[in-house]
Every structure is written in C-alpha cells, then in structure tokens.
C-alpha cells in the first residue's frame, strides 16, 4: 500500500481542508507519526501556514479535487465543505473522514434534531419553525421562551439567540426567505441547566470507538473560556450516560475521526444534547498535554484508519483556559517571557493568528494532582495573553 | 522587539542548521509556541523538511549568512559547524546558541577533555597521543589496554576504538598526518562500569539552568539502544552528583540549550564523565512525551533566553526504545497499524528517513507506573519496526 520511494513519498499523506487552529494543532502529531499532511488553506498566512501546500476555496470542486490527488485520506479542520463538493470527491474515489453523510448531520442542526430524535438521545424540546407565527405557537408552549438558531453557519455563539416573543426573530425569517440557508431556523426549550459537559470520543471506519473523560466546559458569552478534565463529580452515572450517548452518536451517525458531543446537565439531574462537532474541539484541546493520546493524533488516527491510542489522563486534574482576544498591543509572542516565568508548568499554545477581540488566538493547560491549584494556575497563564 | 505585521511576522523566529531528526523534532513545540522555525537543511527530503526553507551546506559562510538574516537566534541539529562559520555568523550581529567558544568545547574531544579536567571534574584518565610511542607509555601505565578517538566527527561509536597494542591505531595516526583533524589522538583508560548514565540540563544565555532527572541508558554495539527514566535505584547521591556536574559543565564551559552529559557509573562507584552534546539528545527523547516539558521546547525556549518550563515527569517511568535500522522490506509506515494495535499506549515517532541497517529511524516511549511493564511496552512496539 506504501509507496517506496525516499522521504515523503513512504508516508500516510493526509489533506485537511481548512487552514486554521484546529488544522495546525494537527501538525505536530503527524510529524511525530511521520505522517506527510498537506493543508489547503483558505488565505496566506493561516494558523496552519506551516503545512499549506495551496491555498483556495474550499467551495470549488476543482479546487478541491485537484488538492485530493494522490492522498490517502481527505479530513477537515471545520464543516462548512458544501455537500456537492463532499460527494464530488467521494465519486473522485477520495477517502472522506467524516463521511458527507455523517458530517451533512453536522452541518444542518434541524437535521441533527431530527436524527437524533431518531436515535431516542435526548435532546431539548424542539421544533422546526417557517415563520414568526410557528415561533410563537412554540413559545406558548415553553413558558414564552426559546432559543432561535440558524441551521447552518453559526458557531461561538454567532446564529444564537434567545427570544421572549415571536418577533425578536424576524430578521433572521426575512434571510431565510432570500438565501440558501433552508427553509426553517431551528427553535428550542430555554434549558434550565446546572453546568456544561463535553463528550469525546475517537471512531475509527472500522469500527473502534475510544472515549476521552467527560470533561465541564465554562462557556462565557457563548464561548468556551475553561474546561476542566475530567468533569469535577462526574465519574459514575454521569459520566456513564455521556459516553454511551456519545458512542451512540458516533456508531448510528457513522461518524468517523474524533466527535464532541456538547452536553446540558440540567437542574433536574438529566443531560441532554446541546451541540455536535466532528472534528477535533476546543473542549478536547487539553488531551494535547494531558492525555497519552491527545485528539489531534487521534484524529488523525482514526481517519486513516489506524488503531487507536490510549485516552488514559497524565494528571488527576487538567485544566485548559482559553485565550480570547489575545493582547490589546503587541502579540502574544511579547508576552511569553513573563507568562512562562510566571507558570512553568502551562503549556502553552499560540496559534499564530493576529489578535482581534473575541477571537481565540491560543490556549493554555496546566495539570496536576490539585484541582484549585491547576484552575488558579491555567488562568493566570491565560491572563498574560490577555488584556 | 517583535515585528507588528501578520502571520509569521509575528513570531519569534529561530533557525536551525542542520535537517535531521533533532531539527524535526524542534518542529511541533514551535507550532505550539507560536515560533517560526527554520531549518537549514543538507539536501531535499531531510528529516525536518516539513521546516526545511532552504537547502545548503553548513561549511559555507555566504549561505549560513544568507539562512540567519532575519532570524532570532540560529541554533543547531548537530555540532558539525566550522568554527569559522560560527565566528563570522557572531560577527554579523547574528545571536547563535550554544555560541562558538562553547560549541568548541563539544566539537574536539582533546579540548573537552582539558576543560573538564581544569574545571576539576571527574573524567577517565586520559593524554592526547601523537603517535604509537605514546599510545603504548599510555598502554604501558593502564594495564595494556585503553579507548582511543578520534577528536572529530565521531558519533555512535564511530570514531571510537578499544585496543591493546601500540600499532592499532596506526591507520588513524596515518591519517592524522593527512587531514585537518588536529595533531594528536585521544586516549582513556577502559572505565570498568556498571552501567552508563546521562544527565540532562538546558541553560539560558541570561544564566538560569533546569534538570530533568537523571537516566540510565542501554548501548548496543556503541549506540543508544533503550533509556530508562529516571535511572533505577539513583534516586540519591549518584543523581545529586550527576546533576552538579551538568550544572558545572552549563556553566563554566557557558553552554546555551540542552546540554547532555554522558557519564559512566563504575564499578567502585564514581561517576566519570563519557561524553557532551550541546544540544537535545537521544538519551532525552523520553521527555517529549514524559515529561511537562521535552527537550526540544525547551532547548527553543532556552536558545531564545525564555523562561524554562518545569522537567517534572508525567508518569514514575518513562522507557524510550530507539528503532535501529527498520525494517528490512517496505516502510514503517507498513508498520504502523500493527504496533499501533498491539501497544496503544506507545508514544510512536518515525523520523521520515529511509531504513538502513544500524541507522536511528524512529524511537517509541512508554511511561507508565511499573517500570517492567513499561521496559516490556517500549521493546515490544520499537520490534515492531524493525527486521
């Protein structure tokens, strides 16, 4: 199956369409493994520019065909591939992880409703609603309150809103009318919860399905700012029900690579699904440091189809915090000195991306066997970053 | 002191002359550091071609000038740089580590010696021999046998030689006469040991120096075979000694990086320094994935004089297993699904260089808490890559 010549030639050659943090925190592990992984890349000068062998639309068959010649695997570092362009590289003889069919689940959260209603998961009240008219028959139905998103495109928060009354979304009804974006926004019950959980795991085509722990996610304005591995007095029930769901998911979705299942623990002591991703995620970025097999390896792993790694933690405790804006002047490079003088135990990641506010630009972990130390510690690295 | 523009602009950026498997290596902790590296590599398909930005040789001025303009810091794969090179890279304003004084130090085994003995520190006897005469008053006085070297350009036990008459070395002293070698051999008493030890530390050029444990090393047939860390039952004076004498050396001999220190333990249990490399080593290959902080960041973070990270271990033993020569049919990428599947706790890393007999292609480490089980996971994955 190997090619023999010399140097990359003899390498698993995998492509990722995408050119940001999440592709370039897949560099490391493919050089370890000797992996020859090739990025196509939106623009120059991308988080993953060190392994940008071309740069192009990612919505241009041509584009992406001509980019897929001669690799093993064909992966993402987001979901927006349009389906057309998914099933044009399929029909090509491409190997796609995850599958059009798997990620077009992803990529549609009305459909992502639906197959997981399907699947009896559970999941928040939900509804698919054409008009202002159906908003409101939902909203008198969930004590005059819901959460609107639009089914494609959102993401930190963007495409979300919560509405008190049927009219608080009618800009979003009147795009609908003009674009591509379907012909429903997606309306759900406003869930009471206690905190937020994340779910990931690693599936292989074959089959083989490996699972992080359960980690908590701290979300501030709709991102995620902290996560804690594992999920603070999550390890029995909890914990349980959250990999069987996220194993349900990954089996009957077919999803291949790593997937993140967001979760809602709810006051009333039950988890329902918030969100899917398939790719690697923020709420797995901590497994990088903290894990034996972090996701990125994983995932490239797993969509090569190779065996995959143990996710035995390193620490009691792992603690990633984001780094959101990065600093008001300068770059984040003028503040390593005085972050790693600080905190000798953070590591560090810098995605090389201009600072911008709100914009995740790097994050840092720290673990270790003290829950409170590696909070205080994580944060306090992040903070150098920051401001 | 940083640029202000986007992308790589950005960055620290480091160079590094030399493109083999400790360039490479430097690799994925400059992704996650958010440096711009640069590697200078000695011909097309090198190991750290991924960073490769130019191809040339190390012995010519006009294109080790031309590589370092811009940089940061240029620092080294290996410590085969002509003085002169480093000298006039001093005098164009460029910062190099470990600078040229010390780097000289590491590049004549006659001048090592000297040094380590001015500076009181504990070598095997040892005289700088011009001739057969001398090497045979040398034989005369150490029980008719010794260790003779080459000063430069050994490694893995090339240039290294036991013997036991005056004419064995003949054929070196011939071509002493010749070549650009120096004027004299280097001769050591034959240490009876107990086991071979090595003692890691990085220093920056502001003075501050970290160690990470001291480990035991396996040789086969002159090279690396398996390091275990930390080295069993040294968990007292032998480490405490070892880790003054690496300070010892960092300091007075001013070395800037990693600085690995070969030592033997002998059979009347003294410590005598082998060996120095100036830069990361093979016998540190275990902290990559052992340790809060590897060799290769740190030694990026010591050469640009940032804050060093803590060596603290992930696991109570960590084992690495070198993968000599490779397999004799196909790649290791063949491999892969194999070892993969029997030991997924291995930390796999495949240097992309073409299998040869006896040549360091890759290594695996295992860490784990039971140090047989671990010595047992790091063989059996690093076989699977080999015969």
Known sequence: MRRTQSGDEMAFRVGVIGGGQLARMMVPPAVHLGLDIRVLAEAEGSSARLAATQVGDYRDVDTVLAFARDLDVVTFDHE???????????????????????????????????????????????????????????????????????????????GVRVVRAADEADDWFAALAEGDQGDAL?????????????????????????????????????????????????????????????????????????????????????????ELAMRPHNTGHWSIDGAVTGQFEQHLRAVLDLPLGSTAPHADWSVMANVLGGPEQGTLADRLPALMADQPTAKVHDYGKDPRPGRKVGHVTVSGDDLDDAVWRARAAASFFEG
């Open 186 to 274: 997606l309306v759900e019950e406003l869930v009471e919860f206690r905190r937020e959980l994340a779910q990931l795991v690693a599936r292989r085509p074959s089959g083989d399905v490996v699972a992080w722990p359960l980690v908590e996610t701290v979300q501030r304005d709709g991102v995620c700012a902290e996560v804690i591995a594992p999920a603070p007095g999550a390890a029995g029930r909890v914990a349980e029900l959250a990999g069987q769901i996220a194993r349900t998911v990954a089996d009957e979705v077919g999803v291949t690579g790593v997937l993140a299942v967001e979760l809602f623990e709810t006051t009333d002591d039950r988890l329902l699904i918030n």
């Open 80 to 158: 927006h591939v349009p389906q057309h362009v998914l099933r044009a590289l399929v029909e090509a003889g491409v190997r796609v992880h995850p599958a059009p069919e798997a990620l077009a689940v992803a990529q549609d959260k009305i459909l992502m409703r639906q197959r997981l209603t399907e699947l009896g998961l559970p999941v928040p009240d939900w509804a698919a609603v054409a008009d202002s008219g159906e908003l409101a028959a939902f909203l008198a139905d969930h004590g005059g309150r819901a959460v609107v998103k639009t089914p494609r495109g959102g993401y930190d928060g963007k």
